[in-house]
């Protein structure tokens, strides 16, 4: 008697080329992998993920965008991610109607996008097939895009020219002021509201997952539940949930070494994530300070992220004799290593949502020091509503540098931020576990989509 095939179960997965998104999205398909489905990424050929150990068993295609770097700069990152919706959608078509028609004894139950590729809903819904949209950054930033995109973006912009109006609290979003928003320099507000636009109004998902957890942003997760009429799925941090590596850059794992050598929790660690980039004069204020300070550092300078400069070469010679004495800089860390690292006491940070979560779930406190973009949102929340960061607003000047670092490092105002963070390290862990809230999510997803 002929064998009936069991079909086996396949979600097509579609990261932004950067690495703060590409991190959660490739966690979230470890994870749903665990699970039992077949994993398809489909990735822009710009910045493309390479095949790791951790994701052997999944399968890449690769659609053409033409873009570059070049556009990169020369746009800006949310111009560029419009451009790339652009480019994408027809070539998303055309490969997504290929694997449909190949898929044999997989089939694809969903298709599981990041927020910002948004041209993938119209594939998966000619060929009626579930879309799902990721958010790879916190719900509150997710519920201050649902408003801005809604906003007069003329008189809004005359808000925000106003420096008083910029101190208030936006109506609604208590303790976000306006200049908390996620308004960023990464382009003009007109292109940021119309991405935001695209980005929140899902009306053809069928649900929402995030990298949260209930016990970080409860109520911002209900407002969404409330408003978005899917199910929102918080299912964070990934990281937690299945730990998979996908650096875009090379690691370098000296830095452990070094800080096998420091005290416990004495060092700070610091890092301004994949996009941001620093002004010399910020670098140097940033050096003076940490050298004032007399606290020990690992500092992550990328290359090419101070313009003008191709790494530390800008650096005073009385700096790098510093380096020596108590400080190791690195052009990329293990970031998950060196947080997990006993010596490492805090982390000054831009405050990307990888990077805050990844700092909550080992417990270290932060100075926060946002750039743009939904980085604001975050830093508001560590500094007032968790209260596990120092907030380092204004022109950045080395003395601020040195008492913010003494605040998080030698005050007691500072342990008492260390031990609010491993009370949500543990609430995190918990959430994680079997029984707990992400946990649970992440199981009632994966039975939305095995439960007609
Ligand atoms: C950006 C936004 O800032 C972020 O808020 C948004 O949610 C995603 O896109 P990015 O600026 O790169 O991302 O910051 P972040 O979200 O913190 O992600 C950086 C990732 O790179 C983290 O997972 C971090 O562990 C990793 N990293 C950083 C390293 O592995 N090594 C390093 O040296 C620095």
């Known amino acids: 008697m002929e064998e009936k095939q069991v079909k086996k179960r396949r979600i ?84 997504f109607s290929k694997l449909v028609q190949e898929q044999g004894d997989d089939e694809i139950v969903c298709v599981v996008y990041d927020e910002y590729m948004y041209f ?46 910029q101190e208030k609290v936006f109506p609604g979003l208590d303790p976000l002021r306006y200049k908390d928003l996620p308004t960023s320099a990464f382009g003009p507000l007109e292109s940021i509201i119309k991405l935001y636009y ?29 408003k978005l009429q899917v199910p929102v799925y918080p299912i964070g941090p990934l990281h937690r949930a299945a730990s998979a590596s996908s650096s875009l850059l090379e690691e370098d794992r000296s830095c452990i070494k070094w800080l096998d050598k420091q005290k416990p929790s004495s060092v700070i660690y610091i890092s301004l994530g ?59 860390a293990p970031q998950m290593e060196v947080l997990r690292h006993p010596a490492v006491g805090g982390f000054w940070s831009h405050c990307g949502w990888n990077s805050t979560l990844e700092s909550i779930g080992e417990g270290v406190p932060m100075i926060c020091r946002p750039f743009t973009g939904d980085q604001r949102v975050n830093a508001r929340y560590l500094e007032s509503v968790w209260r596990i960061g120092v907030l380092l607003e204004g022109e950045l ?22 031990k609010r963070a491993i009370e949500l390290k543990e609430k995190l862990e918990a959430s994680a576990r079997n029984g707990g809230s992400s946990y649970s999510s992440l199981d009632n997803f994966v039975n939305s989509l095995t439960t007609p």
């Open 12 to 95: 097509v997965l579609i990261p932004v080329p950067a690495q703060g998104h590409v991190t959660p999205i490739m966690q979230l398909g470890k994870a749903l992998y665990l699970k039992g489905f077949s994993i398809t990424v489909v990735q822009t050929q710009y910045n493309r993920v390479s095949s790791s150990q951790d994701f052997s068993d999944f399968h890449f295609l690769t659609i053409p965008d033409s873009l570059t770097d070049s556009d990169l700069h020369s746009l800006g990152a949310l111009p560029f991610i419009l451009k790339l919706n652009q480019v994408c959608e027809e070539s998303f078509k055309h490969c």
């Open 120 to 165: 993938s809903q119209a594939a998966a819904m000619a060929f009626q097939i579930p879309s799902v949209v990721f958010s790879t950054t916190s719900a509150t930033a997710f519920v201050c895009r649902s408003v801005l995109s809604k906003v007069n973006a003329e008189s809004f912009l005359l808000d925000m020219k106003d420096s008083q109006t």
């Open 397 to 418: 000047d080395k003395r601020a540098v040195e008492s913010s670092v003494k605040r998080l490092t030698v005050d007691e105002e500072g342990a008492d931020m260390r």
């Open 274 to 332: 994949s996009l941001a980039l620093m002004q010399i004069k910020d670098m140097l204020e940033m050096a003076w300070g940490l050298s004032n300070s007399n606290v020990p550092f690992l500092w992550v300078i990328r290359p090419g992220s101070i313009p003008g400069s191709e790494w530390t070469e800008s650096l005073p010679e009385e700096f790098h004799k510093l380096i020596s004495e108590r400080g190791y800089i690195v052009k990329w």
């Open 198 to 226: 695209n980005a929140v109004n899902i009306q053809t998902a069928s649900a929402v997952i995030i990298n949260s957890a209930s016990c970080l942003e409860s109520s911002s997760l209900a407002w969404l539940q409330q």
